[in-house]
């Protein structure tokens, strides 16, 4: 059984680029979560996605989108990169709201993206 | 607001226990997790705690206190190994029947011969 899956492992872009970061769930979970995690700190809550729809959101400005396929996989889009959006982004799938609520999240292997 | 608050840095010895601290003031708690995290990597699953009390696991425990704000995660038989950032992290409900995680900054932890 997969874990949670994550593309690309690694990315370098230049300031202003727009990059899309890609997450495939554990089998069986269909809520994906997304954090950025800068040098030396917690992850952060960008947003939550289940059914397609964004759920949830921290506190994070309009150039972090993201969308939610029918098939649970999830992609974070980044505009206008800034030299402070450099950090590794980690996906975490969880089962349906509601239904394990003891269950931990799952983390991805994380996209590490690095802006020059 | 939320704040969680863990030391950024503990060293210990090889075979010794360790107790890492974690504090937190949030609303909408609906549980407490510790995550291990090594460098560049993902963080993994130690230990959740929803009620008060201790769980125990092998050589990691974790404990909690709801009406004081606090949790520890306690490190046994320390190998080298155990050096990583541990994570502790909030599981809040805000009563939109979805939640998220509130991650500490995390303690990084040097565990020496």
């Known amino acids: 059984d997969a874990g949670v899956t994550q593309s690309p492992t690694h990315l370098i872009k230049t300031r202003g680029q727009q990059v899309t970061l890609r997450c495939s769930p554990k089998s069986g979970h269909d809520t994906v979560s997304w954090y950025q995690q800068a040098l030396g700190q917690g992850p952060q809550f960008i947003f939550q996605y289940y059914e397609e729809e964004e759920r949830q959101r921290g506190n994070f400005p309009d150039r972090f989108s993201g969308h939610q396929f029918p098939n649970y996989s999830s992609e974070l889009n980044v505009n206008a990169l800034l030299l402070g959006d450099s950090a590794l982004y980690l996906c975490?799938?969880?089962?349906?709201?509601?239904?394990?609520?003891?269950?931990?999240?799952?983390f991805g292997q994380g996209t590490r993206l690095t802006v020059v | 607001g939320q704040n969680i608050d863990q030391p950024t840095e503990m060293t210990a010895t090889e075979g010794a226990i360790v107790q890492i601290n974690c504090t937190y003031q949030?609303?909408?708690?609906?549980?407490l997790f510790w995550y291990q995290q090594h460098a560049g990597e993902a963080p993994t699953f130690l230990s959740y705690?929803?009620?008060?009390g201790l769980e125990e696991k092998g050589r990691f425990s974790s404990f909690l206190s709801r009406s004081k704000g606090y949790s520890y995660l306690l490190l046994k038989e320390l190998q080298m190994k155990d050096s990583a950032s541990y994570l502790c992290?909030?599981?809040?409900?805000?009563?939109?029947?979805?939640?998220?995680?509130?991650f500490g900054t995390g303690t990084r932890l040097l565990v020496s011969p």
């Open positions: 949030t609303s909408g708690f609906n549980g």
């Open positions: 992290a909030v599981k809040r409900s805000p009563g939109t029947g979805f939640q998220k995680l509130v």
């Open positions: 975490a799938s969880s089962p349906t709201p509601g239904q394990m609520m003891g269950t931990e999240a799952f």
């Open positions: 705690n929803v009620l008060d």
